[in-house]
């Protein structure tokens, strides 16, 4: 029998730094074959944009399939299973898979996939990577820390920790092998503690977690972890299997929105930030063209932060808008245009 081929699930909330992680992971893979799996929530295919295209000769995966037909979590039979069967059928074959999930993808239903028996011969789990934005749990978003959901509370009355965003969270840290705090430089050593507190509660006993800076680390810290999840794939439960609920994202909803020429960057920001003001708005994405400039911006927007740089590749002018169900679409257009 070959060896199996190891995969890595790189999971983690909107935003959290899934992307970037990857990009540098593929830019310091010395040559190995490794072939992305990217699934985007929404109709717009934006990350797979970005990692296959880092702009050097040396940060190109061997292969990007980009899964656009719903989250991955829900789509596993339909699309995942026959992606993966097409990768393994190539000659060669891929030396490593990474699968980026959507930020609103549960781990555990995809996990349990590799059992399936046209995979589990030829595939095993390497890890369970779950991304967690540090600076933003410092905050007291996606905490079950009693006095930081206060806090996030009395900051912003909107807020409800009660609702599937905070489950998600915990289904995502319960099923890692590995936590990765992402944007640990943003906060400081006290603040990351209770992060690191925080995370622990809600991860298994065996997962560790490691800091990140800009999404560096070495790729021998994701790759090679060993974990064979698939093996402990059913005792890796998430909320809705502790309910015995289907899991559906009908909480949520997406759509594009196509972005006029911007006058500045600056403008453009401030106009994406107008847009994530408005109620039940989770996320911002995608490229637009700025007056004078040669290169589109690239926009990434996440609760109050709001990022925009300019960047080759992609179709600008097009916005995916991701958020709870029920958006006022006409006031989000409103406010990007």
Known sequence: MTDR?????VTGFLGAG???L?????????????ALIVNEFGDMGFDGGLLSDCGDDDCKPDTVVELTNGCICCTVADDFLPTMEMLLARDPAPEHIVIETSGLA????LVRAFTWPSVRHRVTIDGVVTVVDAAAVAEGRF???EEAVTAQRIADPSVDHEDPIEELFEDQLSCADLIVLSKADLIDSAALAEVEAVVRREARPAARSVR???????AEVLLGIGAAAENDAFARKSHHDLEGEEHDHDDFDSFTVRAPVAASIEALGASVARAMAIPGVLRIKGRAGVTGKPLPAVVQAVGPRVETYFAAGGEAGRLVVIGERGLDRAAIEAALG
């Open 5 to 9: 081929i190891p995969a890595t699930i």
């Open 18 to 20: 899934k992307t970037t």
């Open 22 to 34: 990857i990009r540098n992971l593929i830019a310091r893979s010395n040559g190995r074959r490794i």
């Open 106 to 109: 549960l781990p555990q239903p």
């Open 143 to 145: 905490a079950h820390d």
């Open 212 to 218: 990140a800076e800009r999404g560096v680390l070495p």
